[in-house]
DNA sequence: GGACGCTTGTCAAGGGTCTGTTCAAAAGCT
DNA sequence: AGCTTTTGAACAGACCCTTGACAAGCGTCC
């Protein structure tokens, strides 16, 4: 009956016994890690409100975990932030087709594909590679069609079945393209997407092209924690790490850690979702052309003498 | 979502006590090997992350393994090849030479993988393909490791920069070996993962053995919905249909949808997720051995199969 | 075979840090 | 009045730090 629901604001005797921590142990908290924030009254009494409370549980539950008071306040605080952040993100989508005969080989590709035949597909992929090089095929075929089938994707014209077969089967040859790839003297690489980002097909094609200009490298690919980035960066004494993004809002909320990997490694940010607009550490590198382009235009892998070794 | 991992920091003693090696221990192994990089607080004392705890047992897992405690450590960090350019076969090929029995090669795989080493991972795989059967290296190699990545993850005793290597590396050769899966006369399977389910390499494996086994194969992969199976199954006239799953969540509520599939189609359900606690449609075949096995035990291919109703 | 050295888990001493708790005096609330 | 609250200071004990050393296990070298 003593509750005084009035504002929902508590003094200190009910906030304890809601709580089960002492008085003395929550002005404590107050002053040593200022996890309460509560109103005074006229008179100088603490007031706390329903958010003091819950931060108070929250406390409890790391405390419970095993993390030392400091920590366990830390954590609870951290818990009040909330960020949110959206921005539509309109872009160039002008498809370009160079070669003239490269047209109808996309053409047929994108045919087959649509309509899930492997062997078919396969096939044009096969020609394609036989009369052009990797890094045409690459540019020209392969990076138009994906950005092609995006687009598609997003308009809804093409079936989860169409999207998922011909991710897959294209996948598979990157992947022996990619075959390799971390063998040789060149300067090392790390390639990742940020976390969320599942499509990665845009960065193994660049993996592909930086691999033969000469570079080594180690893939991490979609929807990679900044961190682990990070710690792999480290471990491998990474030359360069590149992370890909197809939207802005995978990069948001990474600022602080992006920071902390540029002072670390060079860094380059690739894809759709590497434009000007958003907030770069000092030294980022953008990579807003084609994957196979940016590629060949990075600084070359002037190491020692013997790495001029391209692979044909 | 907690954005950082930076969020639960825990001082010695607990972390301690969450892995069960002694304070001294952990001390010993940060001044040794430099395995933890511990932040500290303002006063000096260690407080360690996530990834801290997940490094610790891995380097748990090395010395399970036989490793000696500095190389587990090196390989707890994720290697650094310094060595590598002149010595082709780092510490990871070295235990391969002696004996060589298939589970030697495994350990040399999971070694090679754990260390982000792409060339010696790809060696491995390659020796193994040369002196064994793709069924065998599937069935005895692929499978158990990626069922003991599976179970590291779960305890935490491996990074996500290890898995996603893992991952890519292995369904790189996993789509070589799948190349042209879709060609041939024999009859026709589809293979998807339900909706929200991710993990298909297992399901890849089985593609492969069916193949291998006369079958042509229709691939859409992970998280692929009913609705997007039903019709690739009848647009391809599909003589089966295989879901996978590693948990049984996944099939639930699809009962409605699974039996449309069944009434249309030979259905079977595969992976760690097919159990026989679950409501299945008649006519529904439970594929609960290992890929390879289960692929060489399906009906062979006799194009003559309407009659042949499958039963457990 | 024995001296030597390396690796690795343990331990101890001396001292600092962290955190819940207590004390005391002054003041608010009903 | 009688209860609660506030502020500042001070403790005690658990917890942690660094340096240095030690011993068992194992391989190397003479």
New interface residues.
């Given amino acids: 009956m003593g509750t005084e629901p009035g504002d929902g604001l508590l003094r200190i005797g009910e906030l304890s016994r809601r709580v089960g921590v002492s008085d003395h142990v929550l002005r404590a908290w107050e002053r040593r890690y200022g996890l309460l924030k509560p109103v005074r009254s006229a008179g100088g009494f603490r007031l706390y409100s329903e958010a003091d409370e819950s931060r108070v549980r929250r406390m409890q539950d ?1 405390l419970a ?4 008071a ?2 366990a306040a ?2 609870a605080l ?2 009040d932030r909330a ?1 949110a952040a959206s921005t539509a993100g309109g872009s160039a989508s002008v498809a370009v087709e160079r070669h003239e005969g490269l047209a109808d080989r996309a053409g047929a590709l994108a045919l087959a594909l649509d309509e ?4 078919a597909a ?1 096939a044009v992929l096969d020609r394609l590679l036989s009369d052009f090089t990797v890094e045409t095929v690459l540019r020209d075929v392969v990076m138009p069609y994906l950005q092609e089938l995006g687009e598609r994707w997003a308009r809804g014209s093409v ?3 169409q999207e ?2 011909a ?3 294209l ?3 990157l ?2 393209l ?6 040789g ?1 060149g300067p090392r690489a790390v390639l ?1 997407c940020p976390p969320g980002e599942r499509h990665d097909l845009g960065l193994m094609v660049f993996g592909i092209a930086l691999n033969r200009n000469g570079w080594r490298v ?8 900044l ?3 990070i ?2 960066a480290v ?3 990474a030359d360069l790490v590149v992370l890909a993004a197809t939207t802005p809002e995978r990069f948001a ?1 990474l600022t602080e850690d992006l920071s902390r990997l540029a002072s670390i490694v060079p860094l380059a940010l690739a894809g759709a979702g590497a434009v000007h607009t958003m907030a770069l550490p000092v030294g980022t590198r953008l990579l807003t052309a084609d994957p196979v382009t940016e590629a060949e235009q990075l600084p070359p892998p002037t190491r020692s003498s013997h790495d001029a070794r391209a692979r044909q």
């Fill in positions: 790391h975990r095993g993390l030392s400091a920590e830390r954590a951290g818990a960020g899930l035949d492997e062997p396969q079936t989860v079945a998922h077969f991710s897959n089967l996948r598979g040859r992947a022996s990619a075959r390799g790839w971390g063998h003297h990742a180690g893939y991490l690919g979609a929807d990679t924690p961190e682990e980035l710690n792999t471990d491998t004494s909320g």
